[in-house]
């Protein structure tokens, strides 16, 4: 049902966290980030190419899903109720549903996201970050990993500053309708770029891992992932 929704342009958000339901959601704007048009500021390229943090894909989805859930201030409360959280952990045990992780040499998640993806089209759920840069990082690694997968469309749903900041931007509900059945009659690989798969960097602790020579499977640089927005800039 949540795929249908999805294929048709609506998501669902609950109330709050004790919410027992959800609602269905189809903006009459839509928030898109164009892959072409992500903005890679001079600070965030000089943060992915200074290697501050491990980024990796699928290595901590519920870990992801939680951290966006929860209370931080200025937002106590979250539209993501059980309902909605054990959908996408479903929907990820069947490859439908992925994140993206942002890790601290010490090992611990600095940001993340996660989202839905049918055909060439990826929708942007929620993201969060604890350390500074940590939620960009993510998102820019988003970026380069649809990019060079084959996606169309990376659906944002809602337009906020923050994204709007990165490239994001508005469309009518008509042309994002355009966009979603174009990228449903196309495929596209979220995993393309995992043949990349980085090195630990030095310093880094990571599941048990200490060596630079180490390769952490769905892990790509940060070097190469400034270098990929830079080409498709």
């Known amino acids: 049902m949540l795929l249908r929704a999805y294929a048709s342009g609506i998501f669902p958000m609950a109330d709050s966290v004790t919410s027992p339901d ?7 704007r839509r928030g898109v980030l164009p892959l072409d048009g992500f903005h890679l500021s001079r600070s965030l390229a000089k943060t992915l190419r200074s290697e501050r943090f491990l980024i990796t894909a699928d290595r901590a989805f519920d870990a992801v899903l939680l ?24 929907l990820h045990m069947r490859g ?10 010490e ?7 996660y989202g ?14 604890r350390v500074r ?30 994204l709007t900041s990165l490239g994001a931007i508005e469309i009518a509900a008509r042309g994002y309708r355009g ?9 596209a690989d979220f995993g393309a770029i995992d043949a990349e798969a980085a090195p630990l960097p030095a310093g880094f602790v990571f599941a048990g891992i ?9 892990a790509v640089s940060g070097k190469r992932i400034a270098q990929l927005l830079t080409q498709m800039s």
């Not at 959800?22 to 009459?28: D, I, R």
């Not at 200025?74 to 993501?80: E, L």
């Not at 966009?179 to 009659?185: F, H, K, M, V, W």
């Open 96 to 105: 439908a549903a992925h994140s993206i992780e942002a890790w601290t040499p």
């Open 179 to 187: 966009l979603l059945s174009t990228a449903l009659g196309t495929s």
């Open 116 to 129: 839905i993806r049918l055909g060439s089209a990826f929708f942007g759920e929620s993201m969060f970050t």
């Open 22 to 28: 959800v609602f269905w959601v189809e903006p009459k």
């Open 133 to 162: 840069d940590g939620s960009k990082v993510a998102l820019a690694a988003l970026v380069a990993r649809l990019r060079y997968g084959g996606f169309t469309l990376l659906d944002t749903q809602f337009l906020t500053e923050h």
């Open 107 to 113: 090992g611990k998640l600095a940001g993340g996201l």
């Open 210 to 218: 200490e060596s630079a020579a180490s390769v952490v499977p769905g």
């Open 67 to 90: 951290a966006c859930a929860e209370a931080v201030p200025g937002r106590m409360d979250t539209w993501i109720n059980p309902l909605i959280a054990e959908a996408c952990r479903t």
